[in-house]
């Protein structure tokens, strides 16, 4: 098997193992969106499959004596000749090095993004308790009851009151 095809199939049955199917169809809400995400785990597999099969298997050597006693072996020298001359070259991964480390680092990033958002999530819901707890009892809820669950704001108004400052 040639490298980069080898290579090409080892990435796409890695690929396979990692991805989470069974979660990312957890998300979806719609049976159109359900259909659709069928039809791409479908195709990824049908891909996945060829790749294995069809990439991973070394070529069928050419039989050329076959081939000399039904067309003559003058013109199948040549075609043998030229075919052993074509050399392919092996690939040489010269780009994988250049952006590994900037890949890392965007991971790196990533991660840090996601706990700050998910504290962020979290302050956000339990400020999304709290003012609905206070749009619950708005309507009856005294002054002290309100400067007891915010008690900057109480001392804000003791502070504009005792400097007589009446916000005009």
Not at 26 to 52: G, H, I, M, Y
Not at 53 to 67: L, N
Not at 72 to 97: Q, R
Request: glycine share 4%; charged share 40%; net charge negative.
């Amino acid at each position: 098997m040639s490298g980069a095809g080898k290579k090409v199939a080892d990435v796409a049955f890695k690929a396979s193992r990692t991805i989470d199917w069974e979660g990312m169809a957890k998300v979806l809400v719609t049976d159109e969106a359900r259909r659709e995400f069928s039809n791409l785990r479908r195709a990824f597999d049908e891909v996945n499959t060829q790749l294995q099969t069809k990439f991973s298997q070394e070529p069928e050597p050419i039989d050329w004596d076959f081939y000399r006693k039904g067309i003559g072996s003058g013109i199948v020298d040549l075609y043998k000749e030229a075919y052993d001359s074509v050399e392919i070259p092996k690939y040489v991964d010269n780009v994988t090095p250049e952006y590994k480390p900037k890949f890392d680092a965007l991971l790196v990033e990533l991660k840090e993004a996601e706990q700050k958002s998910l504290k962020e999530s979290e302050r956000l819901e339990k400020e999304i308790v709290d003012v609905q707890e206070i749009s619950k009892k708005l309507s009856t809820m005294t002054a002290d009851e309100y400067f007891e669950k915010h008690p900057e704001l109480k001392k804000k108004f003791d502070d504009e009151i005792r400097n007589d400052y009446w916000g005009y």
